[in-house]
């Protein structure tokens, strides 16, 4: 069974750098038609899809947050982490990770774009 | 990209059928037929309901239907349980690129 937990720091200081882990166990992250993905959710807010990445290294970035941000992929570790620059208040959120399908059959009833397992999400903080 | 439109809330007795509407554009829902409903209790992260506008993942019940038109994408909740109330959140994949949600839509059984 697929399952997903992050992992970071609860707490991060105004301007630094956040990062986050997900650690993927029950199948391998090297899986054919599946990028892994981050997503937050502000306090009492919606959810805001951020980026994700294939096990190739090849990323998807939201554009309003890609200046700020990096995804990456560790293949040996199973693990796919995130970096968010220079960080305010507004970065405060419960972030999750999530598998997510990015691929086209041949019928449309093949395709699959969407994120389907989810971990249970780490809250983050911004406060000095 | 700008969040998808959904009613901030809906409500409906035990046993009665709700619908909630989730507004795009013709760049993500008018484009795509990959609209994805999550539910999502209070405290816990969100849950996979339905895919490729209609589809329903093992184990989801099927009191839980979405259609599309257009612009709009719905969420059908029949025979409405105590279990089912939640925040409902739309989601369309968009430009090519990335996945936009939809403001949520907080479901209340009477």
């Known amino acids: 069974q697929l399952q997903l937990q992050e992992s970071g720091p609860g707490l991060v200081k105004p301007l630094e750098t956040l990062s986050l882990t997900c650690s993927v166990s029950?199948?391998?992250?090297?899986?054919?038609?599946?990028?892994w993905g981050w997503i937050r959710q502000a306090p009492g807010k919606g959810l805001e899809w951020i980026a994700s990445?294939?096990?190739?290294?090849?990323?998807n970035y939201n554009p309003s947050l890609k200046s700020r941000v990096t995804i990456s992929v560790d293949k040996s570790k199973n693990q796919f982490s995130l970096e968010l620059t220079s960080v305010t208040a507004a970065d405060t959120a419960v972030y999750y990770c999530?598998?997510?399908?990015?691929?086209?059959?041949?019928?449309?009833?093949?395709?699959?774009?969407?994120?389907?397992?989810w971990g249970q999400g780490t809250t983050v903080t911004v406060s000095s | 990209q700008s969040a998808l439109t959904q009613p901030a809330s809906v409500s409906g007795s035990p046993g009665q059928s709700i619908t909630i509407s989730c507004t795009g554009t013709?760049?993500?829902?008018?484009?795509?037929?990959?609209v994805s409903w999550y539910q999502q209790h209070p405290g816990t992260a969100p849950k996979l309901i339905i895919y490729n506008v209609a589809t329903r993942p093992s184990g989801v019940s099927t009191r839980f239907s979405g259609s599309k038109s257009g612009n709009t994408a719905s969420l059908a909740i029949s025979g409405l349980q105590s279990e089912d109330e939640a925040t409902y959140y739309c989601c369309s994949y968009a430009n090519d690129i990335t996945f936009v949600f939809g403001t949520g839509t907080e479901v209340t059984v009477l």
């Open positions: 990445v294939y096990y190739s290294g090849r990323a």
């Open positions: 029950g199948d391998s992250i090297a899986t054919s038609n599946y990028y």
């Open positions: 013709a760049s993500d829902i008018g484009f795509y037929d990959y």
């Open positions: 999530a598998r997510e399908g990015r691929y086209k059959g041949y019928e449309l009833k093949d395709d699959y774009f969407v994120m389907d397992v």
